[in-house]
Structure formats: structure tokens, C-alpha cells
């Protein structure tokens, strides 16, 4: 699977193609909509499943280092939950630029801190799911996805070797995937 094909099943999905046609309005630094929106719509187009098949969430990922405060954060989903008001999903906003200062609280382990929204892509658990769509206004988005596009294509999912997340994360959401699409291929760590 090419770049162009992959953003373009991805974009079946009317969310993903709502989401990405409208977030270069908000004028985020470095806005990315992530992972299984976009890997997953891949799937069900694949599989000729509807667009929006055992998608839990849409996740939309920035960065902000300039005001690392919750409020500043909390601002941007307010906004985004305006853009969006008319679109029904659960879509979840979130400035990787503070990340480092709640995740060990939340999920018991460090995280150190990001440069980039791509860093965070870097650092996701499965390697399939290591993907991001840069909305650009009047252009196709822009692709980003470190690990290629041949575990998408090929319906494979195995572990990032470099995680931040840890084995029990990854575990569950490949078990949850693997539920909604049984064709796929998962490898289980040791």
C-alpha cells in the first residue's frame, strides 16, 4: 500500500475526511489526527466493513509549548468540541507538549518529555498504529508513519520494539482490535 491509498481510505471513513477538512480552522501548532481512526478506517475499507466500524475514538494530537497549563488545554477542546458539535463521535484532544506531566500519575510510569507531536507517534504501542494525518489547507494531508503502511496492508499487528507504553497496553488494545477484525495477524511479546 502506497501513501496515496492509504490517505485515501483513510478519508472514507466521514469522520476522519470532517476532521480533516476543518482542523487547519482552529490553527493548531503541529495537528495531527492519530492512530486508529485512520489505521482502523483502512481495515474496514479493506475489508468493506462501514467506514466507521469498531472505531472507538478519534484522537487529535498537537503540540503547545508555550502554555503547558491544563486550561490552555482544556481551551482547545472546547473548541474543537465547537468545530465539531455537528459531528457524532467521541473525539479526544490532546496537547503532547504536557503529556510528560500527567501520564506517569495516570499510567504508574514515566514518559519523558515530547518535541513534536511525531515524537508521541514514535512512541505508540503497536506498530501498525504508529500513523498520523497532518490536515493542510487545500492540499492532501500530509502522512506520517515511521513504521511503513505494510502492517496496515497486510492486516499485521506486533509491538513497537521501542514503547513507552508497555506490554499490558499493547495487549489490550490488540485484543480488542483483533475482536473487531479476526482476520488480523497479532504477535503476542513474550
Known amino acids: 500500500m502506497d501513501e496515496a491509498e492509504f490517505v485515501e481510505r483513510a478519508q472514507q471513513n466521514p469522520i476522519n475526511r470532517a476532521l480533516l477538512e476543518r482542523l ?19 481495515w ?3 475489508t468493506k466493513r462501514p467506514p466507521t466500524y469498531g472505531i472507538t475514538d478519534y484522537d487529535i494530537a498537537y503540540y503547545d509549548a508555550d502554555d503547558l ?4 488545554e482544556d481551551l482547545v477542546i472546547n473548541r474543537v468540541a465547537g468545530l465539531f458539535s455537528d459531528v457524532v ?21 514515566p514518559y519523558p518529555p515530547l518535541d513534536q507531536t511525531t515524537a508521541a507517534i514514535d512512541r505508540y504501542p503497536a506498530r501498525v498504529s504508529m500513523v498520523g494525518l497532518m490536515p493542510r489547507a487545500e492540499q492532501q494531508p500530509l502522512l506520517y508513519a515511521p513504521a511503513g503502511l505494510d502492517d496496515v496492508a497486510n492486516f499485521y499487528v506486533q509491538p513497537n520494539l521501542t ?8 495487549l489490550q488494545k490488540s485484543k480488542r482490535w483483533k475482536a473487531k477484525w479476526p482476520e488480523l495477524s497479532v504477535i503476542y511479546p513474550q
Open 44 to 46: 474496514n475499507s479493506l
Open 163 to 170: 514503547p513507552t507504553f508497555g506490554h499490558a497496553d499493547y
Open 69 to 72: 497549563s491544563w486550561q490552555a
Open 24 to 42: 487547519p480552522e482552529l490553527h493548531l501548532n503541529d495537528c495531527w489526527l492519530v492512530s486508529g481512526a485512520l489505521f482502523q478506517s483502512v
Open 89 to 109: 463521535a467521541e473525539i479526544q484532544v490532546r496537547n503532547q507538549a504536557r503529556v510528560h506531566l500527567w501520564y506517569a500519575d495516570k499510567f504508574h510510569r
